[in-house]
């Protein structure tokens, strides 16, 4: 087995009651050529856990390590900056920019540099299905799932190993969803990444190599064939 890409390490997280977690002891490896979901109901911790993985909180007990190295002693934001790409429900584009524009600012903010820069961008975009034409409208005009492919292109522009997704699809229609699910699908096995998606839906957990299933603070590893 390889080294994990990232790994919860005894981790604990509570908000206001240390007495009454909401997890403890968690140890989970994480890793790349691989696309795992999060489920559990309302309320479970998804959110919460996917916000540890992708250095938005910190863990309150043990720690996360990224490449076995601490991402507590490397700084949230250092992590965050250099090794996560983090995909919205909401898309978090900047709506008076272009497609274009959204994904070049980002490259630019994670010095991400290739040669021919627009013409990579704009092959990257047609590859998910938004024309030169689309990709140099401002994304406010674009379709919600036109919307999110564009944030997942970002992802991929910026190229890190690590992608974590929260409810990707919650905005999208069921055909559109599909479409975006085999996005994370190709990108964590022909791209090579470790994706990390959390969502409410069991027909898309299925699509994944391994659902993780929260319940009561515990965690339940589901290997998908
Ligand atoms: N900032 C906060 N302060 C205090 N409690 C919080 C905070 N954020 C979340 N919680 C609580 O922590 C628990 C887990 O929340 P979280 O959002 O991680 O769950 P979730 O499984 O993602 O839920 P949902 O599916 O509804 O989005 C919930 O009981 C929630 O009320």
Redesign the pocket.
């Known amino acids: 087995m390889t080294a994990p890409l990232l790994a919860f390490k005894n981790v604990g997280y509570w908000?206001?009651d240390k007495q009454n977690p909401?997890f403890q002891s968690v140890n989970i490896d994480f890793h790349k050529n691989t696309f795992y979901t999060i489920t559990?109901?309302?309320?479970?911790?998804?959110?919460?856990?996917l916000s540890l993985a992708g250095g938005l909180d910190k863990a309150k007990e043990g720690d996360i390590e990224y490449d076995g190295k601490s991402i507590r002693k490397m700084g949230l934001g250092n992590f965050r900056h250099d090794y996560v790409s983090i995909i919205f429900q909401s898309y978090n584009l900047i709506p008076y920019m272009t497609a274009y524009q959204n994904i070049a600012s980002a490259m630019a903010i994670t010095g991400k540099k290739v040669e021919n820069q627009e013409d990579y961008i704009l092959k990257m975009l047609a590859k998910v299905g938004i024309s030169e034409e689309q990709a140099k409208q401002r994304v406010l005009t674009l379709s919600g799932g036109q919307q999110q492919r564009v944030a997942i292109t970002r992802a991929f522009c910026c190229d890190t190993d690590l992608i974590v997704a929260d409810e990707p699809t919650g905005n999208l229609d069921d055909k559109t969803s599909k479409e975006i699910v085999k996005l994370f699908t190709d990108l964590a096995h022909q791209e090579n990444k470790c994706v990390i998606m959390?969502t409410?839906d069991p027909q898309i957990a299925a699509q994944s190599d391994v659902t993780i299933q929260?319940s009561n603070g515990s965690f339940r590893m589901l290997q998908h064939v």
Do not use: I, Q, R
Request: aromatic share 12%.
């Open positions: 908000y206001t909401l559990g109901t309302s309320g479970s911790g998804k959110t919460t856990f959390v409410h929260l």
